[in-house]
């Protein structure tokens, strides 16, 4: 019952791809016979994008052993790093690339490489064996964002990457100027909120103060794993109408690979899908730790632009995507979902009720059919928004004044669901 091809269908054809279509297997036989400074300038040019890089925090648990303060000597914290597709395919087509690579990116970041660091940490904690391997993440500080994608982290670890971003690793001595916060539990379940300025390292203190203080862009990150498909009630979202089915297409879908071309404007026809968005915890905690952390360490940090990224998240590891084939597996389950084609039999209940198999017991529930309930049964998939892979960029002044104190911030972010249809976001595509 499932398509062997969803590029065939309009409404399952990636809005990524469409944009590119016809320039993927483009050659330039005479790419060889070029001056030496052209080809490098071409391979330079190639390397000029953004990247979103997840970098994980030692873990900070009660039980794990005590490690020396920075001191601005040895580093003294340990990063793990999302290494899916984090090295650029440049490092190895050839010498000459590889070495505009390496020019390019000019910071060299010992770290260590996972697919799964969040886990690792965990198993290294408890004396388990990892899979994690040491290497080192090449990073270019005017076109990368350091995605801070840990919980329970140390706060002198934050000030010992950022001296030694500019100290020890740029060879320019600018380090940080892009950070992204991962997640409403990224700075508050951490020990920030206790560590007093004066206790830090006079040489370390200085140094995380200025980069706060040159920081061009903040991204505060939410990836939700609900907003696409809401069936009423039973998806524990508050909409309008709590029994209506509501399939919000636009929403874009977040993926593991780190690349991303920035649009100024959603260019697809989303104003609709706008009015009833998913936020999931929505980014006023996120900024009022953030506030909190500038205003204890004495920095205004005016010139900061502060931006909020919202995507889908496929809410099963086996459902990341990474690649073109993953998507497109990814889009055909969830519309076979949305169409029901996990149903038993023709029975329908109520309109748009059917009979499911139980996963844990040999036995059948009723569940909902979205694609069935009120005017989705006409939905025209010719003329559907078309699927991105990517994540909506936001300004944050569009959520309004950053929360004064912790009771305010839960207040604020317990609006999941809000209209955001006066504003057309910017549009982070992922580049496969």
Known sequence: MTSSNPASQPHLQIFNHLRTSGNENLTFPSFSLLPPETRSQIWCHALKRERLIKIYFQKHYHF?????????EMPQYQIMVDGRKTLSKLLRVNQESRQTALRFYRVKIPCKFSHSPEDEYVYE??????KAKPGVLYFNPEYDFLEIASESWRGDDLFDLAYHLKKTYDPSHIGLLNLAIGGGNSLSVTDLE??????????????????LAQL???????????????????SGIPVADSHKCIFNRSFPIATVTPGFERLKRDPRLISEDLKQTHVGEGPMRMAYYWQSLLDRWSVSASQITYQFILAFEPPFLSHEIKDCGSASRWLQEEDDEWTGKWRLDDEIKDGYWAKRRSHIRNEFY?????????????????????PVFGFWIFPLRLFGKIPS??????????????????????LGISLF
């Open 405 to 426: 104190s912790k009771k305010e911030c839960w207040e604020v972010d317990s609006k999941q669901t809000l209209d955001l249809s006066d504003h057309l976001p910017g």
């Open 216 to 234: 061009r862009e903040v991204f505060f990150i939410t990836r939700t794993r609900a907003g696409r498909r809401i069936l009423g009630l039973a």
């Open 366 to 386: 009723f569940d909902m059919v979205g694609a069935l309930e009120g005017e989705n049964k006409y939905e025209d998939l010719e003329k559907a928004v078309k």
């Open 64 to 72: 794990t052993p005590e490690r020396p303060k920075p001191n601005g």
């Open 125 to 130: 904690a408890v004396g388990q064996p990892v």
């Open 194 to 211: 206790q560590i007093n300025p004066v206790d830090v390292n006079a040489q370390i203190r200085q140094v995380f103060q200025e980069t």
